[in-house]
């Protein structure tokens, strides 16, 4: 459960590995997080997108039947769907936390952030783009460069909130009628004026540049599965 004042994203995008790129505290402070899902079926498929911003407002939720032709074309385009929304709705200089379950889409979004950033516009490693999805991969990487920062975590499918909107569309056409909204989280500087996560039942470490247990502890936690510990590794 996300903590008062947070987005349930954000939880989930602070407890995640984001591939090929470190996680230190300050990237936990975005600005909105959206989480994807594609479906395949051969009956039909869907797609699914939820965005919050950083304090937990929620600013969108899709929907939609689909017929992908495979699984991994169903991922690509369902990022491309809620990077499109998202894009209508967030400005340019927003700080953006993706998070999807699948493993090579992640790694892939990440690889070409840091591809951005190189002298020469040079990857730190190949993409592994399937062909079929290279018309929104294109479309991905063109949203990708119209944030002011973007960085994508790896999520399990069961903890994904956009899982069930891609499975059963038809069940969750409903979020497709919700008011349109463009809303910005609250600043982080009126936050500490104000005194918020000092009263009673905040979080002191909410702002803290230090990374959340998880991170503080992995080390020692993986020394000490070995003796019967247990831990879920962090990248």
């Given at each position: 459960?996300?903590a008062?004042?947070?987005?349930?994203?954000r939880?989930?995008?602070?407890e995640?590995?984001?591939?090929?790129i470190?996680?230190?505290?300050?990237?936990?402070?975005?600005d909105f997080?959206?989480?994807?899902?594609?479906?395949?079926?051969e009956?039909?498929?869907?797609?699914?997108?939820v965005i919050?911003?950083?304090?937990?407002?929620?600013?969108?939720?899709?929907?939609t039947a689909?017929?992908?032709?495979?699984n991994n074309?169903?991922?690509?385009?369902?990022?491309?769907?809620?990077?499109?929304?998202?894009?209508a709705?967030a400005?340019r200089?927003?700080?953006?936390?993706?998070l999807v379950?699948?493993?090579?889409l992640?790694s892939?979004?990440?690889?070409a952030?840091?591809?951005t950033?190189?002298?020469?516009?040079?990857?730190?490693?190949p993409?592994?783009?399937?062909a079929?999805?290279r018309?929104?991969w294109?479309?991905?990487?063109?949203?990708?460069?119209?944030f002011?920062?973007?960085?994508?975590?790896r999520?399990?499918?069961?903890q994904?909130?956009?899982?069930?909107?891609?499975?059963t569309?038809?069940?969750?056409?409903?979020v497709?009628?919700?008011?349109?909204r463009?809303v910005?989280?609250e600043?982080?500087?009126?936050?500490?004026?104000?005194?918020?996560?000092?009263?009673?039942?905040?979080?002191?470490?909410e702002?803290?540049?230090?990374?959340?247990?998880?991170?503080?502890?992995?080390?020692?936690?993986s020394?000490?599965?070995?003796?019967?510990g247990s831990?879920?590794?962090?990248?």
């Amino acid at each position: 459960m996300a903590a008062h004042g947070r987005s349930a994203l954000r939880d989930l995008f602070d407890e995640s590995p984001t591939p090929h790129i470190a996680h230190p505290p300050r990237t936990h402070h975005r600005d909105f997080y959206v989480a994807t899902d594609g479906s395949f079926r051969e009956s039909g498929g869907g797609l699914g997108a939820v965005i919050e911003t950083r304090d937990g407002t929620r600013v969108a939720r899709i929907a939609t039947a689909d017929t992908p032709p495979d699984n991994n074309v169903a991922e690509y385009r369902a990022l491309h769907l809620g990077l499109d929304v998202l894009a209508a709705r967030a400005p340019r200089d927003a700080r953006v936390g993706v998070l999807v379950d699948h493993d090579a889409l992640a790694s892939n979004v990440n690889t070409a952030i840091l591809a951005t950033n190189h002298p020469d516009g040079k990857p730190p490693q190949p993409l592994s783009v399937p062909a079929a999805t290279r018309y929104h991969w294109r479309g991905i990487e063109a949203r990708l460069s119209g944030f002011d920062e973007v960085r994508a975590a790896r999520i399990d499918s069961d903890q994904n909130p956009a899982h069930p909107l891609a499975n059963t569309p038809d069940r969750y056409r409903h979020v497709n009628q919700e008011p349109d909204r463009c809303v910005l989280p609250e600043p982080l500087e009126s936050r500490t004026a104000s005194g918020a996560g000092t009263g009673p039942g905040a979080n002191p470490n909410e702002d803290a540049e230090f990374p959340p247990p998880s991170r503080a502890d992995r080390h020692s936690t993986s020394t000490s599965a070995g003796a019967g510990g247990s831990g879920r590794a962090s990248d």
